[in-house]
Protein backbone atom coordinates (compact mmCIF):
# COMPACT_ATOMS: atom_id res chain seq x y z
CA UNK A 1 0.00 0.00 0.00
CA UNK A 2 0.95 3.60 -1.27
CA UNK A 3 0.08 6.75 1.28
CA UNK A 4 0.57 10.62 0.01
CA UNK A 5 0.31 12.89 2.80
CA UNK A 6 -0.51 16.69 2.40
CA UNK A 7 1.66 19.19 4.96
CA UNK A 8 2.66 22.38 5.49
CA UNK A 9 5.86 24.43 6.22
CA UNK A 10 5.68 25.03 9.89
CA UNK A 11 8.13 24.02 11.90
CA UNK A 12 8.32 21.66 14.66
CA UNK A 13 5.46 19.64 12.60
CA UNK A 14 6.17 19.78 9.48
CA UNK A 15 8.75 21.75 6.85
CA UNK A 16 11.32 21.60 4.09
CA UNK A 17 14.95 21.00 5.31
CA UNK A 18 17.95 22.42 3.26
CA UNK A 19 18.50 19.43 1.69
CA UNK A 20 14.82 19.78 0.00
CA UNK A 21 13.99 16.61 2.67
CA UNK A 22 10.35 16.29 4.66
CA UNK A 23 10.83 16.43 8.37
CA UNK A 24 9.30 17.22 11.75
CA UNK A 25 7.22 15.61 14.78
CA UNK A 26 4.11 14.98 12.88
CA UNK A 27 5.92 13.71 9.16
CA UNK A 28 7.83 11.61 12.33
CA UNK A 29 5.26 9.92 13.88
CA UNK A 30 3.21 9.45 10.38
CA UNK A 31 5.90 7.44 8.59
CA UNK A 32 6.87 5.77 11.78
CA UNK A 33 3.54 4.84 12.37
CA UNK A 34 2.38 4.15 8.38
CA UNK A 35 5.53 1.70 8.06
CA UNK A 36 4.59 -0.53 11.18
CA UNK A 37 0.77 -1.08 9.54
CA UNK A 38 2.85 -2.13 6.66
CA UNK A 39 2.86 0.69 3.74
CA UNK A 40 5.58 0.31 1.78
CA UNK A 41 5.76 3.92 0.26
CA UNK A 42 5.52 7.17 1.23
CA UNK A 43 4.44 10.22 -0.80
CA UNK A 44 4.60 13.91 0.79
CA UNK A 45 2.29 16.71 -0.77
CA UNK A 46 3.13 20.20 0.44
CA UNK A 47 0.44 22.09 0.35
CA UNK A 48 -1.33 25.51 2.01
CA UNK A 49 -3.21 25.07 5.11
CA UNK A 50 -6.48 26.36 3.69
CA UNK A 51 -5.79 23.11 1.14
CA UNK A 52 -5.87 20.79 3.51
CA UNK A 53 -9.49 19.35 4.08
CA UNK A 54 -10.51 20.28 0.44
CA UNK A 55 -7.61 18.13 -0.67
CA UNK A 56 -7.89 15.18 1.42
CA UNK A 57 -12.10 15.35 1.48
CA UNK A 58 -11.43 14.60 -2.97
CA UNK A 59 -8.68 12.21 -3.21
CA UNK A 60 -5.65 14.44 -3.87
CA UNK A 61 -3.76 12.98 -0.86
CA UNK A 62 -4.75 10.15 1.46
CA UNK A 63 -3.81 11.83 4.75
CA UNK A 64 -3.31 15.14 6.41
CA UNK A 65 -0.69 16.03 8.78
CA UNK A 66 -2.24 16.73 12.73
CA UNK A 67 -4.03 20.13 12.86
CA UNK A 68 -7.06 21.10 15.61
CA UNK A 69 -10.07 19.15 16.17
CA UNK A 70 -12.86 21.17 15.65
CA UNK A 71 -16.70 20.73 15.45
CA UNK A 72 -17.32 22.19 11.83
CA UNK A 73 -13.71 20.26 10.16
CA UNK A 74 -15.08 16.84 11.82
CA UNK A 75 -18.21 17.24 9.71
CA UNK A 76 -15.84 17.27 6.78
CA UNK A 77 -13.37 14.51 7.66
CA UNK A 78 -12.30 11.81 9.58
CA UNK A 79 -9.86 12.12 12.86
CA UNK A 80 -7.79 10.00 14.12
CA UNK A 81 -7.27 9.87 17.46
CA UNK A 82 -5.17 13.15 19.12
CA UNK A 83 -2.03 12.93 18.92
CA UNK A 84 -0.95 16.42 20.91
CA UNK A 85 -2.77 18.95 22.89
CA UNK A 86 -0.97 22.34 22.63
CA UNK A 87 -2.36 25.88 23.50
CA UNK A 88 -1.73 29.04 21.56
CA UNK A 89 0.83 31.36 21.42
CA UNK A 90 1.77 35.11 19.90
CA UNK A 91 5.57 35.64 18.37
CA UNK A 92 6.29 39.07 19.23
CA UNK A 93 9.66 41.27 18.53
CA UNK A 94 11.71 41.07 21.58
CA UNK A 95 10.89 43.12 25.11
CA UNK A 96 6.85 42.17 23.25
CA UNK A 97 6.99 46.38 23.19
CA UNK A 98 2.71 46.38 23.02
CA UNK A 99 2.40 43.86 25.69
CA UNK A 100 0.22 41.01 23.79
CA UNK A 101 -0.10 37.93 26.22
CA UNK A 102 -3.55 37.21 24.75
CA UNK A 103 -6.53 37.53 22.39
CA UNK A 104 -7.74 40.20 24.62
CA UNK A 105 -4.62 41.96 25.12
CA UNK A 106 -4.75 42.65 21.29
CA UNK A 107 -8.52 43.51 21.02
CA UNK A 108 -7.86 46.59 24.17
CA UNK A 109 -5.13 48.12 21.60
CA UNK A 110 -6.77 49.98 18.77
CA UNK A 111 -2.91 49.68 17.10
CA UNK A 112 -2.29 46.42 17.80
CA UNK A 113 -2.02 44.11 15.01
CA UNK A 114 -2.30 40.05 14.83
CA UNK A 115 -1.36 37.73 12.06
CA UNK A 116 -3.06 34.73 11.39
CA UNK A 117 -2.60 32.15 8.84
CA UNK A 118 -6.07 31.46 6.49
CA UNK A 119 -8.30 28.94 8.25
CA UNK A 120 -6.36 28.15 11.78
CA UNK A 121 -8.47 28.09 14.39
CA UNK A 122 -6.72 31.43 15.86
CA UNK A 123 -9.02 33.33 13.23
CA UNK A 124 -12.03 32.02 15.64
CA UNK A 125 -10.49 32.43 19.33
CA UNK A 126 -9.18 36.29 18.02
CA UNK A 127 -12.45 36.66 16.97
CA UNK A 128 -14.33 35.31 20.22
CA UNK A 129 -12.40 37.11 21.92
CA UNK A 130 -13.06 40.37 20.20
CA UNK A 131 -10.42 41.40 18.07
CA UNK A 132 -11.96 43.38 15.33
CA UNK A 133 -10.92 41.63 11.56
CA UNK A 134 -9.62 45.20 11.06
CA UNK A 135 -6.96 43.95 13.60
CA UNK A 136 -6.38 40.93 11.81
CA UNK A 137 -3.64 39.99 8.88
CA UNK A 138 -4.55 36.84 7.17
CA UNK A 139 -1.46 34.89 5.46
CA UNK A 140 -1.19 31.82 3.60
CA UNK A 141 1.78 30.89 5.21
CA UNK A 142 4.11 30.91 8.20
CA UNK A 143 6.65 32.09 6.61
CA UNK A 144 4.93 35.23 5.25
CA UNK A 145 3.64 36.21 8.67
CA UNK A 146 7.14 35.87 10.41
CA UNK A 147 8.53 38.31 7.56
CA UNK A 148 5.48 40.96 8.62
CA UNK A 149 6.50 40.55 12.21
CA UNK A 150 10.20 41.42 11.16
CA UNK A 151 9.74 44.10 9.20
CA UNK A 152 6.87 45.18 11.91
CA UNK A 153 3.42 45.15 9.85
CA UNK A 154 2.28 43.10 12.53
CA UNK A 155 2.59 43.06 16.04
CA UNK A 156 2.29 39.53 16.82
CA UNK A 157 1.56 35.96 15.27
CA UNK A 158 -0.34 33.70 16.56
CA UNK A 159 -0.27 30.00 16.27
CA UNK A 160 0.49 26.98 18.81
CA UNK A 161 2.55 27.03 22.09
CA UNK A 162 4.99 24.75 21.08
CA UNK A 163 5.69 25.82 17.44
CA UNK A 164 6.28 29.70 18.20
CA UNK A 165 8.68 28.73 20.71
CA UNK A 166 10.76 26.99 17.98
CA UNK A 167 10.37 29.68 15.24
CA UNK A 168 11.73 31.83 18.08
CA UNK A 169 15.07 30.09 18.92
CA UNK A 170 15.51 29.50 15.01
CA UNK A 171 15.16 32.97 13.59
CA UNK A 172 18.55 34.49 13.62
CA UNK A 173 17.47 38.04 11.53
CA UNK A 174 15.60 39.53 13.70
CA UNK A 175 15.44 39.40 17.79
CA UNK A 176 11.79 37.70 18.22
CA UNK A 177 10.39 35.70 21.55
CA UNK A 178 7.14 33.68 21.94
CA UNK A 179 4.39 34.21 24.54
CA UNK A 180 1.92 31.85 25.72
CA UNK A 181 -1.27 32.08 26.55
CA UNK A 182 -3.95 29.12 27.49
CA UNK A 183 -6.45 27.76 25.28
CA UNK A 184 -9.58 30.09 24.46
CA UNK A 185 -12.72 28.44 25.87
CA UNK A 186 -14.53 28.36 22.66
CA UNK A 187 -18.09 26.62 22.79
CA UNK A 188 -18.06 23.09 20.97
CA UNK A 189 -14.01 24.28 20.17
CA UNK A 190 -11.62 21.56 21.48
CA UNK A 191 -8.44 23.83 20.13
CA UNK A 192 -6.07 22.04 22.05
CA UNK A 193 -6.12 18.37 20.47
CA UNK A 194 -4.40 17.66 17.34
CA UNK A 195 -4.94 14.54 15.37
CA UNK A 196 -4.64 13.36 11.62
CA UNK A 197 -7.22 13.88 9.00
CA UNK A 198 -8.86 11.45 6.37
CA UNK A 199 -11.36 11.29 3.63
CA UNK A 200 -14.86 10.06 5.38
CA UNK A 201 -14.31 7.07 2.79
CA UNK A 202 -10.95 6.21 3.84
CA UNK A 203 -12.39 4.05 6.78
CA UNK A 204 -9.40 1.51 6.11
CA UNK A 205 -6.54 3.57 6.35
CA UNK A 206 -8.09 5.51 9.19
CA UNK A 207 -8.89 2.04 11.30
CA UNK A 208 -4.69 0.61 10.99
CA UNK A 209 -3.89 3.92 11.81
CA UNK A 210 -6.07 4.30 14.95
CA UNK A 211 -5.39 0.85 16.36
CA UNK A 212 -1.78 1.34 16.31
CA UNK A 213 -1.30 5.00 17.27
CA UNK A 214 -3.40 3.73 19.96
CA UNK A 215 -0.53 1.05 21.12
CA UNK A 216 2.41 3.21 20.62
CA UNK A 217 1.10 7.23 21.50
CA UNK A 218 3.10 7.68 25.04
CA UNK A 219 5.66 5.02 24.48
CA UNK A 220 9.28 5.44 25.19
CA UNK A 221 10.44 5.46 21.42
CA UNK A 222 7.28 8.00 20.96
CA UNK A 223 8.34 10.23 23.69
CA UNK A 224 11.98 10.30 22.22
CA UNK A 225 11.46 11.25 19.44
CA UNK A 226 8.41 13.68 19.70
CA UNK A 227 11.45 15.43 22.42
CA UNK A 228 13.88 16.23 19.91
CA UNK A 229 11.08 18.67 18.44
CA UNK A 230 9.97 20.37 21.77
CA UNK A 231 6.69 18.34 22.34
CA UNK A 232 7.16 17.16 25.31
CA UNK A 233 5.36 14.37 27.95
CA UNK A 234 2.57 17.06 28.77
CA UNK A 235 1.56 17.66 25.60
CA UNK A 236 1.11 13.90 24.83
CA UNK A 237 -0.38 12.74 27.69
CA UNK A 238 -3.33 15.25 27.72
CA UNK A 239 -3.70 14.02 24.15
CA UNK A 240 -4.45 10.66 25.14
CA UNK A 241 -6.12 11.58 28.31
CA UNK A 242 -8.76 13.20 26.23
CA UNK A 243 -9.17 10.05 23.76
CA UNK A 244 -9.82 7.94 26.31
Known amino acids: MDVTIAYIEEPP???????????????????????????ARIAYRR???????????SGRWDMNVP???????ASQVAFSVPVW????????????????DSYRAVAARDDARLGIIA????????QVAGVRDDQLVVFQEQAEAVDALCT????????????NR???????????????????????LHAPLGAFSFSKHNGRLLGAMNERLRSYLGSADH????????????EIGSAIAASR
Do not use: C
Open 13 to 39: FGWTDDAQGITGADIELAETVLKSIGV
Open 223 to 234: LARMAKYGITER
Open 85 to 100: AIGDAFLVRAGNPKGL
Open 166 to 188: ILAARIGTAPLEAVEHGPAQVEG
Open 119 to 126: GQVQHRSA
Open 152 to 163: GAIDAYASTAVG
Open 67 to 73: LFVTRER
Open 47 to 57: TTFDALLPGVQ
